[in-house]
């Protein structure tokens, strides 16, 4: 670690709070409801895990999204827990050309 360059911010910070400096902060918020409406996804693995976070949030904002995977059971499972008429499934493995 560089002590000269620490020092010298360490400083600097005590120097704005000595001269009481003030700090504005601003928040805002992007709505990014039905971002992806009219998109059209697909989700190799799915069925679980990272692919099915993935797939639950591209459904909620508005795209078409094609889930993959190797087990049908785990498909359906996916499709359940997401209910959307915009989530389509497809037994595939990709590993197998």
């Known amino acids: 670690m560089n002590w000269g360059i620490f020092f010298f911010f360490f400083l600097k910070y005590l120097r704005f709070f000595n001269e009481g400096g003030v700090i ?3 928040t805002s918020q992007v709505n990014y409801s039905e971002i992806l409406k009219g998109k059209k ?3 190799t693995g799915g069925s679980d895990g990272i692919g099915l976070a993935m797939a639950k949030k591209f459904v909620k904002e508005g795209a ?4 993959t995977g190797r087990n049908m059971d785990k ?5 359940k827990m997401i209910n959307s008429n915009n989530l389509y499934l497809v037994k ?4 197998d050309l």
């Open 64 to 67: 078409k999204v094609v889930i």
């Open 24 to 26: 504005n902060l601003s």
């Open 92 to 95: 595939w493995d990709i590993s």
């Open 41 to 43: 996804i697909i989700i």
């Open 75 to 79: 498909l359906n499972r996916a499709s």
